[in-house]
């Protein structure tokens, strides 16, 4: 069961912010929302994460709208090699598959030049 | 600081046959999984190891699919007799605990003609 809804493609200009949203209208209090991505033949790369607070790392932005439904990365200065397909997860941290890592089918990114 | 190992990286192998892949973690990372990942999906969770020992293994096929990681360390996992749908990217990923982030190597691509 899809816990994420993401848009399955969206193109970005090399240089501009590129923004992805991600639905979670079920999330619960104790789930996190998860980014990862995945280059073409790669394993998938983790992102950011956070619970209810914007995020921000080297990598990326993480805004998490203040009732948590949906999410937004940002990646402020897109180049050619952000193109992949990313991947938003709800992740809890109780015992089962609510731990589990599960990957829906992701947005795939292109950052055009 | 090395990354999550597998091998080989490419399989070719003819339907009924097995096959066997190997993955080493990164050091000190006590939780190991499999997933796989056919054209166009999100990888899937196969099978969890935390240490030596099984957390989760709902979504392998047992009937075919065997994994295991006996010295907590690094894992294989066999399919035998490989069937067609059996074509997909297997990946091994590992992290430091049940909760930490979760790195991935590169994949092993099986192909069953």
């Known amino acids: 069961d899809a816990k994420t809804t993401q848009p399955t493609s969206m193109d970005c200009a090399e240089g501009r912010a590129a923004n992805l949203p991600c639905n979670h209208s079920?999330?619960?209090?104790?789930?996190?929302v998860y980014w990862y991505r995945q280059i073409h033949s790669q394993g998938p790369q983790y992102i950011i994460h956070?619970?209810?607070n914007n995020e921000t790392n080297e990598m990326a932005s993480l805004i998490i709208t203040e009732d948590r439904k949906s999410s937004t990365l940002i990646l402020p200065h897109a180049t050619l090699r952000d193109t992949a397909v990313y991947y938003c997860?709800?992740?809890?941290?109780?015992?089962?598959?609510?731990?589990?890592?599960?990957f829906g089918s992701g947005t795939q990114l292109t950052v055009l030049p | 600081e090395a990354g999550v190992a597998q091998s080989p990286r490419y399989k070719i192998i003819e339907k009924r046959q097995s096959v066997a892949f190997w993955c080493n973690p990164i050091?000190?990372?006590?939780?190991l999984y499999w997933y796989q990942q056919i054209l166009g999906q999100g990888p899937k969770l196969l099978i969890q190891?935390?240490?030596?020992?099984?957390?989760?293994d709902s979504q392998l096929p047992k009937d075919r699919f065997s994994a295991e990681r006996l010295k907590g360390v690094d894992s294989t996992l066999k399919i035998q007799p490989a069937k067609l749908e059996d074509s997909a990217v297997y990946l091994c990923?590992?992290?430091?605990?049940?909760?930490?982030?979760?790195?991935f190597g590169q994949g092993t691509r099986l192909t069953v003609v």
């Open positions: 050091s000190g990372h006590a939780t």
């Open positions: 079920t999330i619960s209090g104790n789930e996190y």
């Open positions: 997860i709800v992740r809890g941290f109780s015992s089962g598959s609510a731990r589990q890592l599960t």
């Open positions: 990923a590992s992290s430091l605990d049940l909760w930490a982030k979760a790195f």
């Open positions: 956070g619970l209810k």
């Open positions: 190891f935390q240490n030596n020992g099984v957390v989760d």
